[in-house]
């Protein structure tokens, strides 16, 4: 009986050693008074999407730049300033955050997740399938996809229309297309089973997120989440399998015939035909990549594309002057991409979107050793959190942070801001593989509809209200009318 006491005293004392520089580091640092044993996680569990913004501003102008959280025995560090960012986004001993891997029943091991050999091995593969020559390729195939859009948006005959739905269909078909060689036509069908499956998914996967309550794999397989979860990654992982299984075929069916195409044409003959001391990367591998790219790439994409909309629709000024700049521009696929290139007000406008928009809002580290950031020792075992969106519209770095001035990027607009003040692609090693891919989506299908419509906002239209999902999103869509010209 009295041996009780004992051990719970001795496990007391283990679990203090094993965490007292964690605990150490968490007392040094400011931050909300926190819970004995829980923290600040009832207070991080009840955020809902839509304050975490101003609970996070809150949070910084109460404790100052660096800040942090304790969710249970987890400890949370706020990284706020561009110089911090910079070490931490190149520090190589750091990992993913621990929550990102709730992601793996989607994209398992793919290059958002993976790290150290793997991930550069992985990465050294894949780079060549986003060089611009072969995104120049890729134009004409992209056009195809934004006719049918503008096809749907001339049907609308100006009505206000939600338009991140249609937008996601297009690019969801687009990026599959150029990508992997296969044709979806989701913009073809009107209620999509794998769009359904893709929004399901990416709903239910940030809910388990934010809800520090389903961190354990063993109470989350419990839920009813998980059931529903399940329903939708077999739909897409279903598609996913028999279009790669497809072009697998095709390209032994080309071997076969002595036509081995010796040169990969586009991410999945990429995956497809590499060899590794002599062996494939399995079809589990080569799936993993596939959904990460589609994960990745089209949710983000969307996004911005949609508040590019929104943006242009708002400021008529801004809408305008870019027409003027796009003016005998061809935009059916034989446009000349670096002419599109050389474009600065749209470049200035897509810049200012990611800026006010920040896409993806914040991403985190999580540290495997010591190691030091902007003078500070982190022990292993912290979670740090780069705030782009803060970053982003930080006084500091861009007055006037919360106007919308694509001219702050023109020449004449004054001084550039810091490096790693802007990093809507985020910045160092991990820098999103897909950035260049997706200007070039953006600035083609921005192109085209700008010369196709006037843009307005349509009286539905609420003041924004902007919600941190697994991309920022319009807590109530963006309604935009197209008027066809
Ligand atoms: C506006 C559109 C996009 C935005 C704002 C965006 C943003 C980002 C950010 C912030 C990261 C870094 C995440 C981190 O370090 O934790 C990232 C990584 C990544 N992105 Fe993007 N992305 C966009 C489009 C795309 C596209 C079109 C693709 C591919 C088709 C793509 C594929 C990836 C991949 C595979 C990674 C992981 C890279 C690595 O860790 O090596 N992204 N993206």
Redesign the pocket.
Known sequence: MALWPLLLITLGIWILIRKWPLLRLGTSLPGPWAFPLLGNAQMVGKLRPEFIFLVFTELRDRFGATYRLWLGPQLWVFLHSAEETRQA?HDPTLR?AET?FQLQPLIGN???L?HGAH?TR??RL?TPA?QPQLLRSFAPAIAGHVDRLVKRLEETKGAPLEVTDPIFACLLDA?VDT?MGAQLDTQLVDHSPIINAFHLSSKLLFKRMINPLLASDWIFQRTQLWRDLNEQLQVIHTLMESVIEKRAKQLEMLEEKGETPGKAHN?LDTLLLARFEGQPLSRKEIRDEVN???F???D??T??MSFVLYALAKYPETQSRLREELQGLSVDGSSDLDTLNELPYLEAVIKEV?RMYT??PT???QTTQSTKIGGRTYCAGVTLWIN?YGLAHDKLYYPDPYAFKPERWLEDGGSAPPAFSY????G????????R???L??KLLTARLVLAFDLDLSSEQAPLKLQAQM?LKAQQGIHVSFLKR
């Open positions: 986004l993913k990102f793919g290059l958002l993976s991930w992985q990465r894949l986003f990026i990508s991410l990460t790219f589609v990745a790439g089209v983000t994409t996004a911005a990611l896409i993806v991403t985190g580290r782009m990093i809507p692609f985020s160092g090693p991990h820098v999103c593989i897909g950035r891919y997706s200007l989506l953006m991309v």
